[in-house]
């Protein structure tokens, strides 16, 4: 239609015609058709362009997660390896104590030396216990009595302070007031009551006082007798350190009996998957001796005892079908 189109028209200008209303619009209408088709062609350029940026973009996050991925699993591959080689030291390490402990233990009973370092971790765990219990009971009791005596230090404080107050306030009372008779001066001071309950106060604050000294004065006659007699020579830190050698050496023991404990359930398994499979053998054997069985009654390599066989069925079927018939 586009060749038409220009040589119509290079025909008409050859020609020097005037053109139409009708082949004006229908030339104007091909070229509209043709810059819409210029226009999609255009747009489809650009959005390929996009999509090419766009593949461009994420082609180069893609390489850029490669890249990291490959660094991640480099790091992952040393750290492996740093891992293999400690596991190697440890078991290099863990078969050296084996061989020093069959060195130590070479003609002793490995169980009975394991019952004799287990009960002698127990009752070190267990003293150990007891003795720090003993040592928080008594601190946790001196701790009481210390914060006690300083309530009761500070309720005393408190009390003096009262008193020094209301005295210096009487005092001052007094000198700045004049009292022409005694019953004015004495009806100044403070009521009986209040005064009774003062005395009260502080009586009851020198009697607590006086318990609590006593009763500090025995938590530390205890405590020096406890010091005094402790329950084993060594300091804390080589009970700590006997504790831990003592706890690793059960622990490996634990680890051994848990080791021999899995071995024996293994082999409990195979045995129960030996006997389901001697019991199949068995079942296929009760098979196979039916099977042999009915070989020797009617088997043979020539076929002659089957075919005498059903020639008998056959002989009474064909007897039972006669008696039949002559019974008719």
Not at 50 to 63: A, G, P, V, W
Not at 147 to 159: C, F
């Amino acid at each position: 239609m586009r060749p038409r189109t220009y040589s119509c028209y290079r025909l008409a200008l050859n020609s020097k015609k005037i053109l139409s209303n009708a082949d004006y619009d229908s030339y104007l209408e091909e070229l509209r058709q043709q810059r819409r088709a210029l226009v999609q062609l255009k747009d489809a350029f650009a959005e390929d362009k996009d999509k090419q940026q766009t593949i461009q973009s994420d082609l180069e996050r893609i390489k850029a997660y490669i890249e990291n991925k490959e660094a991640q699993l480099k790091k992952d591959t040393d750290s492996l390896n740093s891992l293999m080689q400690a596991k190697n030291k440890q078991i290099a390490a863990l078969t050296q104590f084996q061989d020093e402990r069959a060195e130590v233990f070479e003609a002793a009973d490995l169980e009975a030396a394991e019952r004799t370092l287990r009960d002698t971790l127990e009752q070190a765990q267990e003293a150990h216990s007891v003795a720090q219990r003993q040592l928080d009971k008594e601190t946790y009791n001196l701790q009481q009595l210390i914060k006690q005596q300083e309530n009761l230090a500070n309720r005393i404080e408190a009390a003096t302070q009262t008193l020094d107050t209301q005295h210096t306030a009487f005092n001052n009372t007094l000198a700045t007031s004049s009292f022409d008779t005694e019953a004015e001066f004495l009806a100044a001071r403070l009521p009986i009551d209040e005064r009774n309950t003062l005395k009260q106060q502080q009586q009851h604050i020198d009697y607590a006082l006086r318990q609590a000294q006593s009763l500090l004065e025995d938590t530390q006659k205890t405590l020096e007798a406890k010091q005094a007699n402790p329950l084993t020579v060594d300091d804390r830190g080589t009970l700590a350190q006997q504790q831990s050698q003592a706890q690793d050496e059960f622990n490996k023991r634990i680890e051994s009996i848990g080791a021999i404990s899995q071995r024996l359930k293994d082999n409990e398994d195979k045995k129960i998957t030996q006997q389901a499979q001697v019991d199949a053998i068995n079942a296929q054997k009760d098979k196979l001796q039916v099977w042999q069985q009915l070989h020797k009654l009617i088997g043979s390599s020539d076929g002659k005892k089957f075919r005498t066989f059903a020639q008998g069925l056959t002989f009474d079927l064909m007897v039972t079908q006669a008696n039949t018939q002559l019974q008719k």
